[in-house]
């Protein structure tokens, strides 16, 4: 199977951001958005998903950190489809179930190539540190929107809200991890009965 690597830029007046992403790496991660929880929570994915992560991004943070996490979401699902490819070959759906001590998450991916997300998270508060809640939603809507994917993401249980992040974004990398994965059974097949994904 060919390198499925890709390096995707982003450059608006808002954000300058580019990520680098290898799907058969070992989780290494180095990351510098200027965004200290997400930076954490993507580590995370690229540790439990074992996917090679540079992300380096400059935003206006002074205003908020919206455009930067929006930004990040897009400029990361662009990264994954250039570096997944046709789809040939791939298990296209992965899943996982997370825990971390009272709080549980359950992520379900679907390289469809049809872009949709069904998120049922209730935070138990609107902020981890500084960092808003509701920003969560706006990365995964980005994500999905230029991976092409369908993303369902479920906190079944959770009275912490890093706890119930930290489990999502966990569950997201293993998700991935599964998904993205070469099926020695589909022998270089597509996955969809359409013959295209």
Not at 26 to 31: E, L, V
Not at 127 to 149: C, K, M, P, Y
Not at 151 to 164: P, S, V, W
Request: charged share 25%.
């Amino acid at each position: 199977m060919a390198e499925r690597v890709a390096t995707v830029s982003r450059d608006t007046h808002e954000t300058q951001i580019q990520v680098h992403v290898n799907l058969d790496g070992q989780g290494h991660f180095q990351c510098e958005t200027g965004v200290a929880f997400l930076d954490h929570m993507l580590d995370q994915v690229a540790r439990h998903g074992l996917i090679d992560l540079d992300i380096h991004a400059k935003g206006d943070l002074h205003i908020d950190d919206h455009h930067t996490v929006e930004d990040l979401g897009i400029t990361l699902g662009q990264a994954v489809a250039q570096a997944i490819g046709d789809k040939r070959g791939i298990r296209r759906y992965g899943h996982a179930y997370v825990p971390l001590d009272e709080a549980l998450s359950r992520v379900v991916v679907d390289f469809s190539g049809r872009p949709g997300l069904s998120m049922d998270v209730e935070f138990t508060r609107a902020s981890i540190g500084r960092f808003d809640t509701q920003l969560f939603w706006e990365f995964f809507q980005g994500f999905v929107n230029h991976a092409q994917v369908t993303l369902h993401i479920d906190n079944l249980k959770g009275f912490n809200a890093h706890h119930q992040a930290e489990t999502i974004f966990k569950a997201f990398g293993r998700a991935l991890r599964m998904a993205v994965e070469p099926d020695p059974r589909m022998a270089g097949r597509m996955p969809s009965t359409k013959g295209s994904l």
